[in-house]
């Protein structure tokens, strides 16, 4: 079975910086691209980063580019996602995600249970 516990979620201030984790198991996760997504009250859930199975690609949505930083740990089998210079409209439920692929663009078929993001002004 697998699982993608996700942690490291928090109330911070805009300014701020946060670190996310998500750990999975009951897969190879060397094997497997991954992704994060968020979902912010009354939205629909969007596309935060991605990241192949190796690390060497990654992939951000305009609005975190050059904030935020995707990268994962193998030997872990955590992926993470820094977050820099938080923003309200960062407030959100993020989520990891496991594609069946390792490359971009295989959408994803595990998800976490989400850990909640909110930045106060």
């Known amino acids: 079975q697998v699982q993608l516990v996700e942690s490291g979620g928090g109330l911070v201030q805009a300014g701020d910086s946060l670190r996310l984790s998500c750990a999975t198991s009951?897969?190879?996760?060397?094997?497997?691209?991954m992704g994060w997504f968020r979902q912010a009250p009354g939205k629909e859930r969007e596309f935060v980063a991605a990241?192949?199975?190796?690390?060497?690609?990654?992939k951000y949505a305009d609005s975190v580019k050059g904030r935020f930083t995707i990268s994962r740990d193998n030997a872990k089998n955590t992926v993470y996602l820094q977050m820099n210079s938080l923003k309200p409209e960062d407030t959100a439920v993020y989520y990891c995600?496991?594609?069946?692929?390792?490359?971009?663009?295989?959408?994803?078929?595990?998800w976490g249970q989400g850990t909640q993001v909110t930045v106060s002004s």
């Open positions: 995600a496991s594609s069946p692929g390792g490359g971009l663009g295989r959408g994803y078929d595990y």
């Open positions: 009951g897969r190879t996760f060397s094997n497997y691209a």
């Open positions: 990241i192949t199975w190796s690390g060497a690609v990654t």
